[in-house]
């Protein structure tokens, strides 16, 4: 990578050549990374790739005029033109009264967040390919019923990230990342069926074992085995934490000042409203130490934090940038997110369900008849009205356990019902992603099949 001060230098120049042009206001956003995959089947590469790549944006406003631009030429001559073009670009653009930088500015911090593990560099091409191969080999060799393999997948790679404006902010971090998976085949009486499993981290420290990984994918594809319809009903349904991560993310998008301002979110005027049951708590936390979701600054210089936007089950606010908190009369909350190619957005840091204080034992124990959900197919969500409807696959719950496989199933409700609905939440909470959730359970859903 090239040095960090020649990243700021840059930055900072192309702030005063937009200034130069006529622009009001500006930031830079540069980044430079490395990408790295390789995936395996059968023991055999199927693809490999890596990679290296910058490129840099600007942002420039003229009054509460408005463009981006970005380019992969760090060229003195082609830097001066594409800052040029943008500001031509933002005089043609209509007026956003909710457009500009953000009202306060703030130095950049100098923490350790421990966004960047030296050993995912460090780790030689050849030890990155046999960790994908080992991965393949625990899963076909833990059960005579895995008889296929869709592949094991290795990633890795490493990011610069610069950002400046023209109000004297100038901030950067390093980042790293890497995960390794593995999706196996399994078959018995004509039936096959796939699952997989993976491990992921900002370092290698953080990764579970290429065998781990494998036998836990061997499992949870045996288990699949036998699946079969259930008759139509009414019952409990049990969200995996996998799967209860996929419904928090669908209540992040209703959780946004941009579903707010657009009328897209059953949540909008319910501030200090009960919308959930008072067992969830919905945490973003912009600096856990390691977290994948980490980072000092959020995309336009603001602090990143920890937001708390459910508490109990009460809503406490929306989660913004500064465009979105203009346009609804809010404060930003250090969640914009962006790239190189335009402007920010809002996006989850650390984003996860509060664990609750039941066992995933004593949840499933605890069901007569339901349903838990490992796998969810599609994507069936109505953010306005909160209509729910997904192809759901995972096990029979019978008089507490796992009874047999299901598959080809719908599970179906309202999200607002949904979240009221949840009446017990898990102490399993791991943070093997940027969006986790514990074990959840809702007293009712309907499940169409036969």
């Known amino acids: 990578m090239a040095a960090l001060m020649d990243y700021r230098d840059l930055a900072l120049d192309l702030l005063q050549k937009a200034r130069a042009a006529g622009a009001d206001a500006a930031d830079v956003l540069i980044a430079e990374g490395t990408d790295f995959s390789v995936s395996v089947r059968k023991g055999e590469i199927e693809t490999l790739k890596d990679a290296g790549s910058k490129a840099l944006g600007i942002r420039v406003f003229v009054g509460r005029r408005t463009a981006n631009s970005f380019s992969s030429d760090f060229s003195g001559g082609a830097c001066a033109a594409l800052v040029n073009d943008t500001v031509a670009m933002a005089r043609a653009t209509g007026e956003d009264p909710a457009a500009g930088l953000p009202e306060e500015t703030f130095s950049a911090e100098s923490l350790e967040l421990g966004t960047y593990d030296s050993t995912v560099a460090a780790q030689p091409t050849a030890e ?43 901030g950067s971090y390093r980042s790293s990342s890497v995960s390794l998976s593995v999706v196996p085949v399994a078959e018995r ?60 993310s669908e209540v992040f998008g209703a959780l946004t000042g941009y579903a707010v301002f657009r009328n897209a979110t059953f949540l909008k005027d319910r501030l200090g409203e009960l919308v959930c049951s008072p067992l969830l708590t919905v945490v973003d936390e912009g600096r856990r130490p390691r977290g994948l979701g980490s980072r000092p600054f959020d995309g336009e210089g603001q602090p990143t934090r920890r937001n708390v936007p459910i508490e109990a089950g009460v809503l406490r606010h929306y989660l913004c940038d500064s465009y979105s908190a203009r346009k609804i009369g809010a404060r930003p909350t250090g969640s914009a997110r962006r790239g190189v190619a335009g402007g920010p957005g809002v996006g989850a840091g650390n984003l996860y369900f509060a664990a609750g204080t039941t066992s995933p034992e004593d949840i499933l124990g605890s ?65 093997r992603s940027a969006v986790t959730a514990p074990t959840l359970r809702i007293k009712k859903m309907t499940v169409s099949g036969s």
Not at 129 to 150: D, G, K, V, Y
Not at 419 to 426: E, H, R, T
Request: charge should be negative.
């Open 367 to 431: 069901v007569e008849r339901g349903l838990y959900v490992t796998d969810l197919i599609g994507s069936g969500v109505d953010l306005v009205s909160g209509d729910y409807s997904q192809g759901a696959a995972g096990h029979w719950i019978e008089k507490g356990r796992l009874a047999h496989a299901v598959h080809e199933v719908t599970i179906a409700g309202n999200l607002k019902q949904m979240l009221l609905d949840v009446d017990a939440v898990g102490t399993d909470l791991e943070f």
């Open 128 to 170: 990155r390919i046999e960790w994908a191969r080992r991965a393949e080999a625990a899963a076909l060799r833990a059960f005579p019923e895995i008889t296929n393999s869709q592949g094991a997948s290795y990633g890795s790679g490493e990011g610069n990230v610069v950002l400046a404006n023209s109000l004297g902010f100038l």
């Open 189 to 248: 009486d004509g039936q096959m069926e796939r699952d997989s499993w993976y491990t992921m981290g900002r370092g290698l420290g953080d990764l579970l074992s290429p065998e781990e990984v494998g036998r836990i994918a061997a499992e949870r594809t045996v288990r699949r085995l036998g699946a079969r319809k259930v008759a139509t009903c009414e019952v409990p349904v049990v969200f995996d934490p996998e799967m209860a991560s996929e419904l928090l």
